[in-house]
Every structure is written in C-alpha cells, then in structure tokens.
C-alpha cells in the first residue's frame, strides 16, 4: 500500500519500499482523498478551478513514481489507485461543487486512460465507513453522469489530441 505520490514524507516511504522489497513487487496501491481548504480570501470560482485542476498534478506525481520504478529498473511494478475522491468544500455552492467534481473526475479519468500501460486500476469512492462527511447510500455522485455520458458519446477508438495552455496557479 503506498501513499498518493508526493511530497516529501510521501517520498521517503516510497523510497524504502522501492528499496527494499521492490523487486518482489507486483503493485503499489495509491489512496486519495483530496481538498481545498476553505480558503475565505478566494472566490468560489478560483476553488472550482483549483479542484479540477488536482488530477493534472496527481498524474504528475504518478508519472515520477513510475520514472523512479524505471530509474531502478522496476520495469514490472505497476499502480492502482485504490481510492480517489474529492472532499466536499463548504464554502463553494452546491451547484459549482458539483461542476468542480465533474471536472475533476473527467480530468482523473484522462489521466488514467493516458497512463493506463502502468495504472492497472483505479477506484473512485466516496461511501466508507472512514468518511463520516460522505453522502447516504443512493445518492448519485456527480460522476455517476460523467460516467454515463462517456458510455453514450465516447465510441470505442481513442483520438489523439493536444492542447497547449499557459499554467495557472493555484493558491
């Protein structure tokens, strides 16, 4: 089991796993669950940015954690990503929440189509017994509409595509 890659606690961890009993692995399994924090001095708009834009980094760090497997010559190693899901910000009205989620959900499944020679798997989540704050049973996630237009407009052939655009930052 490892820990979402980045940082530098994040690093260390993964450090001595590679280190050590990385050649008898098959798999790490990444947990997320990501925020903004409340932020009072932001807009509710540069919020929703900031959470669709979260997979863009993660996808990043996933891309290093594989370069640091290759680096070792753990060609094999692969990744899940077990758990991902944003938390839910007070602060943003239900109604751009639900846009931020679905941004950022297309944007994690992007990244794990584009990365899905080393992510074996990925499982977003939002109903554990660990997250006292999710939603009742039954009530459908905004990704639950992704999911479902991807299945009706997305076709079976992927597309190449690019897009060149200056970065943003993000408090």
Same mark, same amino acid.
């Given at each position: 089991?490892?820990?979402?890659?980045?940082?530098?606690?994040?690093?260390?961890?993964?450090?001595?796993?590679?280190?050590?009993?990385?050649?008898?692995?098959?798999?790490?399994?990444?947990?997320?669950?990501?925020?903004?924090?409340?932020?009072?001095?932001?807009?509710?708009?540069?919020?929703?940015?900031?959470?669709?834009?979260?997979?863009?980094?993660?996808?990043?760090?996933?891309?290093?954690?594989?370069?640091?497997?290759?680096?070792?010559?753990?060609?094999?190693?692969?990744?899940?990503?077990?758990?991902?899901?944003?938390?839910?910000?007070? &602060?943003?009205? *239900? !109604?751009?929440?639900?846009? %931020?989620?679905?941004?950022?959900? #297309? @944007?994690?499944?992007?990244?794990?189509? /584009?990365?899905?020679?080393?992510?074996?798997?990925?499982?977003?989540?939002?109903?554990?017994?660990?997250?006292?704050?999710?939603?009742?049973?039954? &009530?459908?996630? *905004? !990704?639950?509409?992704?999911? %479902?237009?991807?299945?009706?407009? #997305? @076709?079976?052939?992927?597309?190449?595509? /690019?897009?060149?655009?200056?970065?943003?930052?993000?408090?």
């Amino acid at each position: 089991c490892g820990w979402w890659p980045s940082g530098e606690k994040q690093k260390r961890w993964h450090e001595a796993l590679l280190d050590g009993p990385g050649d008898k692995m098959t798999a790490l399994d990444f947990h997320t669950y990501v925020e903004v924090p409340p932020l009072p001095d932001v807009a509710a708009e540069a919020k929703v940015f900031a959470i669709g834009a979260i997979p863009v980094q993660q996808e990043r760090a996933l891309m290093q954690f594989r370069q640091d497997c290759l680096n070792r010559g753990l060609d094999s190693v692969r990744a899940v990503v077990g758990e991902y899901n944003n938390r839910p910000n007070e &602060t943003i009205p *239900p !109604r751009q929440m639900a846009v %931020a989620n679905f941004l950022a959900y #297309a @944007g994690w499944l992007h990244a794990f189509l /584009r990365q899905s020679e080393y992510v074996m798997g990925a499982n977003a989540t939002e109903f554990t017994v660990f997250n006292s704050g999710a939603l009742r049973f039954g &009530t459908a996630h *905004p !990704r639950v509409e992704l999911y %479902a237009l991807y299945a009706r407009e #997305a @076709g079976s052939r992927p597309l190449a595509a /690019r897009l060149e655009t200056p970065v943003a930052a993000i408090p």
